[in-house]
């Protein structure tokens, strides 16, 4: 089974307006965390924001919020006010706390385009 | 800090040649790992190090050896290239303090391999 799913493989946005990139995981480990990755078309991966599985509140970054529904094991990533710059690749990833080497699994990525 | 530094940038094989990639990273950390992007497949994870002198399988190891002899690099090595090694490949370190499973991963630019 796949660990992390993301089932939007494009999106588009208007500039300014707020999109939601979804993300489900699946994992028995009580102790894991949720990850997203920002890769822009120059090709560098950059970390945004992230949520522990213990944690009660969603997690915030600026511009970025994750959407943390622990029952639903979903972990959707929120970009208010789309840029242009916001335009990318966006990947979910989750890492265990059971597992030796705390790998990384990731999902397929979201394409998104801002229209401006 | 330079951060994660991979060499080099972009090569071009032909079948069946040799050749290594080196990722090296100055901030300490214990875990490092490699992994490959191909189109809609997101990051798949080839090896992984948990700490110096240690390696371990990932995902999709086949085809790739690798070794940390040090703990500032790992090096990812492909014996007999294959066509089907044509990819992206990216260097990841993490660091072990506090709760691992919240640290997030420090990516390398990549380096972009085509095999003839």
């Known amino acids: 089974a796949q660990k992390i799913t993301q089932t939007q493989p494009g999106m588009f946005v208007q500039e300014k307006e707020a999109v939601t990139l979804d993300c489900t995981y699946d994992?028995?480990?009580?102790?894991?965390?949720l990850f997203w990755y920002k890769q822009p078309s120059s090709g560098e991966m950059i970390f945004l924001i992230y949520?522990?599985?213990?944690?009660?509140q969603n997690a915030t970054e600026g511009r970025y919020s994750l959407n943390f529904q622990k029952a639903r094991k979903s972990a959707n990533l929120v970009i208010s006010a789309s840029q242009l710059g916001d335009s990318a690749m966006y990947f979910c990833a989750m890492r265990e706390g059971r597992n030796t080497g705390n790998q990384f699994y990731f999902g397929t990525g979201t394409s998104l385009t801002v229209i401006p | 800090n330079a951060g994660v530094t991979q060499t080099p940038k972009f090569r071009v094989l032909k079948t069946g040649q040799s050749m290594t990639l080196l990722c090296a990273q100055d901030?300490?950390?214990?875990?490092m790992y490699w992994y490959r992007q191909d189109p809609g497949m997101g990051l798949r994870l080839i090896h992984y190090?948990?700490?110096?002198?240690?390696?371990a399988k990932g995902e999709v190891p086949d085809g790739y050896n690798v070794s940390r002899l040090k703990k500032q690099n790992f090096l990812l090595g492909l014996e007999s290239a294959a066509p089907s090694q044509t990819s992206v490949y990216f260097c990841a370190s993490s660091y072990d303090k506090g709760t691992p499973f919240l640290n997030e991963q420090f990516f390398g630019p990549g380096t972009r391999l085509t095999v003839l």
């Open positions: 190090s948990v700490g110096e002198g240690t390696t």
């Open positions: 949520q522990g599985s213990y944690d009660q």
């Open positions: 901030m300490n950390h214990e875990y």
């Open positions: 994992t028995s480990d009580p102790s894991y965390g």
